[in-house]
């Protein structure tokens, strides 16, 4: 299974994201490994204390990351992936992205999860507003 069949999970929403629902998606009785990510909002950046994050996302955003998804699920090491991203206010400790990958062996999983989120954030269309301890804001990745 490949392809299209192999993405569980490919969504873009302003929902609780939820790791074990990830993993469990991509699920397979050949699966020697399941690795999996969860980007979490941390309390500083560069320097800089954060208070929370905005997420906006294109009305493409959905489709982007269901072609990134298809793109690490054609892999032929890979049997399944899942992968999310939220959308709306996040407070410090919220989880922003998932992803998770199953294969027969551990390296290929590290490696797929690895491409699997560096693709995701390289290329979702969503746009990032950090508001800082400070009072002042800035957005990030915009184009």
């Not at 996040?90 to 998932?98: K, N, Y």
């Not at 491409?115 to 002042?136: H, M, N, Y």
Request: charged fraction near 25%; aromatic fraction near 4%; include cysteine.
């Amino acid at each position: 299974m490949t392809g299209s069949d192999a993405v569980r999970i490919a969504e873009v929403g302003e929902a609780l994201l939820d790791l074990a629902a990830h993993e469990k998606a991509v699920a397979d009785p050949r699966a020697g490994a399941v690795v999996s990510f969860q980007g979490v909002v941390r309390d500083h950046d560069h320097g800089r204390g954060v208070t929370l994050l905005e997420y906006e996302g294109h009305p493409s955003a959905a489709a982007v990351i269901r072609e990134v998804a298809m793109e690490i699920a054609a892999d032929p090491d890979v049997y399944a992936v899942a992968v999310s991203h939220r959308v709306g206010t996040l407070q410090i400790g919220d989880v922003a992205l998932v992803a998770a990958v199953s294969t027969a062996h551990r390296a290929a999983a590290f490696a797929a999860c690895a491409r699997l989120v560096d693709e995701a954030k390289a290329r979702l269309p969503i746009w990032k507003r950090q508001v800082f301890t400070d009072g002042t804001d800035e957005w990030v990745n915009c184009p």
